[in-house]
């Protein structure tokens, strides 16, 4: 068709236009959109059916299977930290109860040590202080001794200036042991 020439051609044309649906929704029509529709619709579930859908489902299996593989590694891996776990706390038990029984060795040796070091001082403590006693000993027996003898010089010189008579001294000896008893 060729452009019309004048205007009333024209709106000749657009009130034809103005009368007819639009093809779609003509029911004209009706019956080979809903033939062609079926076609469509069969063929596309054939191809989603037959392609589509395995290579998706497939994808979907393979998946499962992945996770499924990776969570049951993860269990292993979580069972095998969960044995190093026991076994490193086991191990270190066993090295804080050896840490203990060092220690308790260590301190009963050294309170062994203590002990005898302590024996020996006693010891030489009750060795010192015995030949300590025995000295003390001489010297008072010693001082006594010489207490007896100043005590009957100076009981003849008392004797002498007060009452005037001579002792001898030992006299005055036996006078001061017999005071002395």
Do not use: C, N
Not at 13 to 23: D, L, R, S, T, Y
Not at 129 to 140: L, N, P, Y
Request: no cysteine; net charge negative; glycine share 4%.
């Amino acid at each position: 068709m060729l452009a019309p020439e004048s205007h009333s051609e024209y709106a000749e044309g657009a009130g034809h236009a103005a009368e007819a649906a639009f093809p779609p929704f003509d029911p004209t029509y009706f019956a080979s959109q809903l033939f062609w529709l079926a076609i469509s619709f069969i063929v596309l579930y054939v191809l989603l059916s037959r392609f589509v859908l395995p290579r998706i489902g497939g994808a979907i299996e393979e998946r499962r299977d992945r996770i499924a593989d990776d969570l049951d590694t993860a269990a292993q891996l979580k069972a095998q930290a969960d044995e190093t776990v026991r076994a490193y706390e086991k191990s270190l038990a066993d090295a804080r109860a050896k840490a203990h029984s060092v220690a308790a060795e260590a301190k009963a040796a050294a309170d062994a040590e203590i002990a005898d070091a302590i024996r020996k001082a006693d010891a030489e403590l009750e060795t010192q202080m015995a030949e300590s006693e025995d000295r003390i000993r001489a010297s008072r027996d010693a001082a006594l001794g010489e207490v007896r003898t100043i005590a009957a010089g100076a009981a003849v010189v008392a004797v002498e200036h007060l009452a005037g008579l001579e002792v001898s001294e030992s006299d005055a000896a036996k006078a001061v042991d017999a005071a002395k008893e």
